[in-house]
């Protein structure tokens, strides 16, 4: 019983720590897309900062 107690423990605490490690990644992700200053924008969030040379961005 003190065991699987134990193992619990452990698996609450790992799942804890993936939770977190996730939280932060979205937060950074999040936080990166906000900052970049993308001159143009399409259909996906993607933000485009130059385009190719004799190319038009219309």
């Known amino acids: 019983m003190l065991?699987?107690?134990g193992r619990e423990l452990l698996r609450r605490l790992?799942?804890?720590h993936?939770?977190?490690r996730?939280?932060?990644?979205?937060?950074h992700i999040v936080r990166e897309r906000a900052t970049?200053?993308?001159?143009?924008t399409g259909a996906d969030p993607v933000?485009?900062?130059?385009?190719a040379t004799g190319t038009s961005l219309a």
């Open 3 to 5: 065991a699987e107690a």
């Open 18 to 20: 993936l939770d977190l």
């Open 22 to 27: 996730a939280e932060r990644e979205r937060q």
């Open 47 to 51: 933000g485009v900062k130059s385009n």
């Open 36 to 40: 970049s200053a993308a001159a143009v």
């Open 14 to 16: 790992l799942q804890a």
